[in-house]
């Protein structure tokens, strides 16, 4: 899959309630969550978020709660992918069941600016900066998560007889016996 | 070679061989818990699979206590979807309010948890559970969704750094001091993706209690799991748990000595004096001592870190026969219906009262800026919950420090920060 967006920039340790603060939380609307997204750090970033631009951030992005309504917020307000140094543990795996993509890159924070063109490829795992001319590479997802990736979600990794099949020995025998 | 205790209780609940860290399983798990702010997602989730049942009625948990009882209308209709959903699929463990309690501190009481288990829940504090020798971690909807289809869930399996305490505390000083200091010492990120695992003699000698709140910020340091082995505290304490859900003492397990870690941190506890972490992150701990400028307009006594009985007890010795100071909110929470009614049965919650605070129904409320104490814009509080965030508890110009309930109560009398030698 490939994702291409201008950059929105964020620090070091942003967390969900960054991300999403908890008195927005009474809600499972997913447009009214977007509507909030970034507000306690960025009032206008909400107004500025384009359909398919990405987040750039520094470390241990989405810490603090589990609240799945984060990457919700977030995929809701238009952001098609977030990359970051790296991401605290629950926000990475809700991210990954809810079909956000997020990607690893060490080098990546410091030399994309804000409003950057940025092209993603998760399939051959580059990056493009479009508007400074330059790639960078990242490490592919597992083929575990690719798997739940390709599924559209965790959900649909969940097969007819009610079992996670996201372990390719077990996906195989249950193919051979649906025929 | 070894295995650590987490490494052993997930190579227990999977199928999965080759346990080493950084392998993905499918573990089976124990119990699953949802609340009144996460589980609405996962109901909407599990219901689009089109389940008739969920995998087990006993090991599905639904609490609300985030926005309950319920803060305004949308909360309601959250809290409705719980009741809703517990009804018709039979769910045994729904807790409504009145039974209702912080269910981080309400699941081990009720004897729901066991040493042994694999717990996982959507909130990210579900890692207390380590306390009693659990591997227990945090997770989201998605996966609590996904959890009471198939009663499965996808973990990596994380390497863990050890954790040593020497030495005795020191007096005012307890489980939160221990972890504020951890994670000082680490960061907030100083554990990301890893298992936590404490011990030492001064954990061995430390109560459950204490125990829960270390484990339970496990989680500000990024750490996916905190962990103690279960030992003879472990065992008094399930004894003495009346009722219990489930019998027996679960399955003791402990790391082999030549175990792998990541790494290994030893810590002197004698020389851990009380600790506030400063806003607005976790990792940002100082001594209490060195914050007496700071002046408060409320202190919160509470929640899944601080809101058991000992935490209350703590906090009534220091304010017995004295006054909060005037323009500051004391608010104490006590974390469940239990913990409530030996405080009023013990005399604590007159001491709070008669101090000039308020001693309120069990609730999560302003730990998380929900309700129950939300904080204006400039305004600053002490409170013993977990997390200093930006406009955590309130107001983005709002500021929380973190303390243990000592140091809490000692400044609610002062209206400043305050080392609780200076009150007592």
């Known amino acids: ?179 | 070679m070894g295995y650590t205790i987490t490494e052993k209780i997930l190579s227990k609940h999977t199928k999965v061989k080759d346990i080493r860290p950084g392998v993905y399983i499918d573990a089976k798990v124990d119990l699953c818990l949802g609340n009144d702010i996460t589980a609405p997602f996962a109901i909407e989730e599990f219901e689009k699979l089109g389940s008739k049942q969920v995998f087990d009625k006993k090991k599905v948990v639904l609490v609300p206590d985030h926005f309950a009882p319920a803060k305004d209308m949308k909360s309601a209709n959250q809290c409705k979807v719980l009741a809703r959903f517990a009804k018709q699929y039979g769910i045994k463990n729904y807790f409504e309010v009145g039974k209702m309690g912080i269910e981080h501190a309400l699941l081990p009481e009720m004897g729901l948890v066991l040493p042994g288990d694999l717990v996982i829940g959507a909130d990210s504090h579900t890692c207390t559970y380590g306390a009693l020798g659990a591997f227990s971690t945090g997770v989201g909807s998605t996966d609590l969704a996904a959890a009471m289809a198939t009663g499965q869930c996808w973990l990596k399996v994380p390497e863990s750094i050890k954790f040593v305490f020497y030495g005795k505390l020191n007096k005012w000083v307890g489980g939160k001091d221990l972890i504020l200091h951890t994670i000082g010492n680490i960061g907030v990120d100083g554990a990301r993706y890893m298992a936590m695992e404490f011990c030492g003699e001064t954990i061995e000698s430390l109560p459950v209690d204490d125990r829960f709140a270390m484990c339970n910020m496990a989680i500000e340091a990024g750490g996916k799991n905190g962990i103690i082995a279960p030992d003879k505290i472990t065992m008094r304490y399930l004894r003495s748990i009346k009722n219990k859900a489930r019998p027996g003492t679960g399955k003791l397990y402990s790391s082999d000595r030549d175990a792998k870690y990541a790494s290994i941190k030893e810590y002197n506890a004698r020389s851990i004096e009380p600790l506030v972490a400063c806003p607005h992150l976790p990792s940002n701990v100082k001594p209490a001592k060195a914050l007496e400028k700071v002046t408060i307009d409320q202190v919160v006594i509470g929640s899944c870190t601080n809101g058991r009985i000992s935490d209350l007890r703590l906090a009534a010795k220091i304010l017995r026969g004295k006054k909060v100071r005037g323009g500051v909110r004391l608010i104490v929470i006590p974390a469940t219906q239990k913990i409530y009614l030996e405080a009023v049965n013990e005399g604590l919650a007159r001491i709070f009262v008669e101090a000039g605070g308020v001693f309120s129904t069990p609730t999560c409320g302003p730990c998380l800026g929900g309700h129950m104490g939300i904080l204006a814009k400039g305004e600053k509080a002490i409170a013993t919950t977990n997390r200093n965030f930006i406009g955590r508890m309130g107001n983005p110009e709002s500021e929380v420090y973190l303390s243990n309930p000592a140091v809490a109560a000692a400044s609610a009398i002062k209206g400043r920060i305050t080392h609780p030698d200076e009150v007592i």
């Open chain 1, 1 to 179: 899959m490939a994702y291409k967006g201008r950059a929105h920039k964020f620090g070091n340790d942003i967390n969900t309630d960054d991300i999403i603060a908890a008195k927005y939380l009474n809600t499972t609307d997913r447009r009214e969550l977007a509507s909030h997204c970034m507000e306690h750090i960025d009032k206008n970033f909400v107004k500025k978020v384009k359909p398919g631009d990405i987040i750039v951030a520094g470390k241990n992005f989405g810490c603090g709660s589990s609240r799945e309504h984060a990457p919700i917020a977030i995929k809701a307000a238009g952001i098609s992918c977030v990359i970051a140094e790296n991401f605290a543990r629950i926000f990475a795996r809700n991210s990954i069941n809810i079909g956000l993509p997020i990607v690893e890159s060490k080098e990546v924070a410091g030399r994309i600016r804000e409003k950057d063109l940025v092209r993603v490829n998760t399939e051959i795992g580059i990056i493009r900066n479009v508007t400074r001319k330059e790639s960078y590479r990242f490490e592919k997802y597992p083929p575990f998560m690719q798997k739940i990736i390709r599924a559209g979600g965790l959900m649909s990794s969940i097969n007819p007889f009610g079992r996670l099949r996201v372990y390719p020995e077990r996906s195989r025998r249950i193919k051979k016996r649906i025929g």
